[in-house]
């Protein structure tokens, strides 16, 4: 059985979604990746910080599947908008929608609308063309809410000099703005003890690399209950982060010049304003309850800062012509098909963030694709999937020539990779692997370069 499949997303859910479908010994299917942006890999060229080489080492893994055939890669498309769903029904056995979750959570406090949603500032720093190119970092005092690894990425970067990050791919608005950089201390807020905090062991003791960096943690934040001492005897991890939290709490102030302070207990109530001006974090202090939540004591303390980050959670969009959970930011699903009111969408799924929301690791995101896909093969081996009306590959290529539309390709991707990896080593302020191109026709303009014939 030869079957067409569309991929809507080409991250790392949708990209492992397509090495899944294309790797069926049973079936004979070629997948067609679509994706919004001029350039694949979603979260890992957009997502992870530049100072993390061996996250976005998973690129390498990545690249090889989109270099597989019966795999082809369709960007610059803004599936609903160029291209309809409906319409892909006409060109392709059955859908799945990987779109990841790109967009920030509201941090619901009073003057919670005048702080930056993480999201905002990572865009920024891995020069997606969505996002600003200059950023204002003249705040000497920081808050960032959140205690998970987007939260250390940011605190990071805000404590970082610009020549440190110099040898990364920043882009060289990104570099202008960061050089300037004028906070001196960063304050991470959770409103749960060190046990509870969504950290990974690694990138916490990765916060403290930097000489003009140190790190430190109030020793009366370190504190547990019994089901706190549960959680660390029955996970490595969380244990590991206790453990590098509680060397924090036991230093002394050294000369760096940047410090980041961890806090504990805090839960963040208000960001105290003054006209439009950011003028501190009135925040709560928390206790646990014994029971697995916590409990406030009444006692408010006002934090002096002067720029206010959220990095509380991302969420996704809607799809044009998808359902959509606009509570939960997740298109309804059973695990794999996408649900309407009346049951099952045929021949449509769902996979990755989109699916489950903005949770877990690299390793959900196979189990997602692997669940998703088994239930797409299950209901091929049934003949329960619809027939194409055109499903002739260069159909839908012929529709897209009709409309206009400037798409992207793998090759292109390659001349992209190609000259950004070029101003990387040709770079005036410091020669480096890559150099990031930012803005969005120009990314399309390379992709799309007629190859020159020697």
Known sequence: MSLRVAVIGAGPAGIYASDLLIRNE?????????????????????????????????????????????????????????????????????????????????????????????????????????????????????????????????????????????????????????KDNKAEVVHMFGRRGPAQAKFTPKELRELDLSDTIQVLVDPEDIDYDQLSEELRRADKSIDLNCQVLEQYAMREPDDAPHKIHIHFFEEPVEVLTEGDAIVGVRTERQELDGEGGIRGTGKFTDWPVQAVYHAIGYRSEPVIGVPFDHDRNVIPNDGGHVLNEEGIENSLYVTGWIKRGPVGLIGNTKSDAKETTGMLFEDAAAGKLHAPKYPDPDAIIALLQERGIAYTTWDGWYRLDAEERRLGETSDLLPRERRKIVEWEEMVAHARAVPQVP
Do not use: C
């Open 26 to 178: 049973e079936l004979d299917i070629s997948v067609d990746l679509f994706e919004q942006m001029p350039a694949p890999f979603g979260l890992i060229r957009y997502g992870v910080a530049p100072d993390h080489p061996r996250i976005k080492g998973i690129v390498t893994s990545l690249h090889n599947v989109l270099d597989k055939p019966h795999l082809r890669l369709l960007g610059n498309i803004e599936v609903g908008k160029d291209v309809t769903i409906e319409e892909l029904r006409d060109y392709y056995d059955a859908i799945v929608i990987s779109t990841g979750a790109v967009r920030d959570r509201d941090l619901l406090i009073p003057g919670g609308d005048k702080s930056i949603g993480a999201g905002e500032f990572v865009g920024f720093y891995d020069g997606n063309p969505r996002f600003e190119r200059d950023w204002d970092l003249s705040a000497r005092e920081v808050a960032v809410i959140g205690v998970g690894n987007v939260a250390l990425d940011v605190s990071r970067i805000l404590a970082k000099t610009g020549d440190e990050l110099l040898v990364t791919e920043i882009p060289d608005n990104v570099y202008n703005s960061l």
